[in-house]
């Protein structure tokens, strides 16, 4: 998989950008705040609608355009998939309107001319995204490893999105009633039906959940060892917080370095104890007015040679993982696809020693469709750069180095 033709209008600090897109590597050369970041930020948006920068959609139109009455930023890619050529757009339209003056902010998505659901267009294409805030992922709260895996499991798995979206809308019918019955009080009962929702649904993400989380390990600690030359192990502990897997009374629980594998649960061994567990915590949930156990509230942490790397990782200790997450997300994409994403990686190889940049850029050589952008294109081999085209990026322009 990887894009033919890219063409921008008002998005971000692009008001018009249209450019054929050769296949390996690119390099995006510029100085800061000349558009390198928003160049894949828009690419990525084609693959999960959603951008890790802006809080709300209205942000990335661009803001000049922005001051009309009606402006619209528009993301085009024409894009090869099994050797067959689709074309990809998405329009963010702001509209202002005429009474009280306020606007409001939709969008649009077609595949070949088609007009779709966000929900069904996901997955169509593909990308993985490395940003170096993304590092948050790993130390920063439980909500930014959930978004993680919710973005990821999304492209590959077709109905997740769908899944997901019914999840959060019961638990917050749900929460609305535990809150009611918190301050009013009624029949606990009327929760029976909010419950078979949220069991249902929610069994589905934790069992999809066991399952990515135990692939992107397995191919995580082979990329963490490569990078750091056999001297890091590197492995994920997925932490639901209703945990399928049987504990016998007075069990202690294993510490988090310890693997524990859930793989041989069935959605209905899942659905079951999430149930019971329900009910058992129903006086606590409508004490705290809150649903106190599911997906919504899993925890995932990363630790190197057994060290949690949320808590006690260096920078350097911290963004290498990342990335091994990051190349490991790629390949597992591919395992369950058969497609190559296209990869996106922002300042992939700031902060990195020599022996890693180098360790890096060699697995990249060969990987297909990649855009790197850098402000110093003297961390890249003198072979890397000799094997990639280089653009060169200013004030929402791009050329192309000879």
């Given at each position: 998989m990887h894009i033919n033709h890219l063409s921008l209008t008002n998005f971000r600090n692009f008001t018009r950008l249209d450019l054929d897109v050769p296949n390996g590597p690119v390099l995006v050369v510029g100085a800061n705040g000349q558009g390198k970041t928003c160049l894949l930020e828009a690419i990525y948006y084609l693959a999960t609608f959603t951008s890790f920068h802006a809080f709300h959609d209205r942000e990335l139109?661009?803001?000049?355009?922005?001051?009309?009455?009606l402006a619209v930023g528009r993301i085009v890619a024409q894009f090869e998939?099994?050797?067959?050529?689709?074309?990809?757009?998405?329009?963010?339209?702001?509209?202002?309107?005429?009474?009280?003056?306020?606007?409001?902010?939709?969008?649009?998505?077609?595949?070949?001319?088609?007009?779709?659901?966000?929900?069904?267009?996901?997955?169509?294409?593909?990308?993985v995204l490395f940003l170096p805030q993304m590092v948050e992922v790993i130390e920063g709260a439980p909500e930014e490893r959930r978004r993680f895996l919710n973005l990821a499991m999304s492209q590959?798995?077709?109905?997740?999105?769908?899944?997901?979206?019914?999840?959060?809308?019961t638990l917050s019918q749900r929460n609305a009633l535990l809150k009611q019955l918190q301050e009013f009080g009624g029949d606990v009962g009327q929760l029976d039906y909010w419950d078979e929702l949220l069991v249902?649904?929610?069994?589905?993400?934790?069992?999809?959940?066991?399952?990515?989380?135990?692939?992107?390990?397995?191919?995580?600690?082979?990329?963490?060892?490569?990078l750091t030359r056999g001297e890091a192990i590197l492995r994920l502990s997925y932490q639901p917080a209703y945990d399928p897997l049987p504990q016998n009374p007075g069990q202690f629980p294993l510490p988090i370095e310890d693997p524990v594998d859930?793989?041989?649960?069935?959605?209905?061994?899942?659905?079951?104890?999430?149930?019971?567990?329900?009910?058992?915590?129903?006086?606590?949930?409508?004490?705290?007015?809150?649903t106190t156990v599911?997906?919504?509230?899993?925890?995932?942490?990363?630790?190197?040679?057994?060290?949690d790397l949320g808590v006690y990782g260096s920078r350097g200790q911290v963004r290498t993982a990342m990335l091994s997450l990051k190349i490991a997300e790629l390949a597992w994409m591919k395992e369950k696809t058969n497609h190559s994403p296209v990869l996106l990686l922002d300042e992939a190889l700031a902060e990195l020693d020599p022996t890693r940049r180098e360790d890096?850029?060699?697995?990249?050589?060969?990987?297909?469709?990649?855009?790197?952008?850098?402000?110093?294109?003297?961390?890249?081999?003198?072979?890397?750069?000799?094997?990639?085209?280089?653009?060169?990026?200013?004030?929402?322009?791009?050329?192309?180095?000879?």
């Open positions: 139109v661009n803001f000049l355009a922005a001051r009309e009455s998939r099994e050797s067959e050529q689709h074309r990809f757009e998405v329009r963010i339209i702001k509209e202002t309107n005429g009474i009280n003056g306020s606007s409001r902010i939709r969008k649009e998505i077609l595949l070949d001319g088609i007009k779709m659901k966000m929900g069904e267009a996901v997955g169509h294409f593909m990308a590959v798995m077709p109905g997740f999105g769908r899944t997901l979206a019914d999840y959060s809308q249902s649904k929610g069994s589905e993400l934790i069992y999809g959940r066991i399952h990515t989380v135990h692939d992107l390990a397995r191919i995580a600690a082979r990329n963490h060892r490569e859930r793989r041989g649960l069935s959605i209905d061994d899942i659905q079951k104890g999430f149930t019971q567990r329900l009910k058992n915590q129903r006086s606590a949930d409508i004490a705290r007015g809150a599911g997906p919504h509230r899993d925890e995932l942490r990363f630790l190197e040679n057994g060290i890096l850029l060699d697995r990249l050589t060969n990987n297909g469709q990649t855009l790197l952008t850098t402000t110093d294109l003297e961390l890249f081999t003198p072979e890397f750069v000799g094997k990639a085209k280089v653009w060169k990026v200013s004030d929402g322009r791009i050329k192309l180095e000879t």
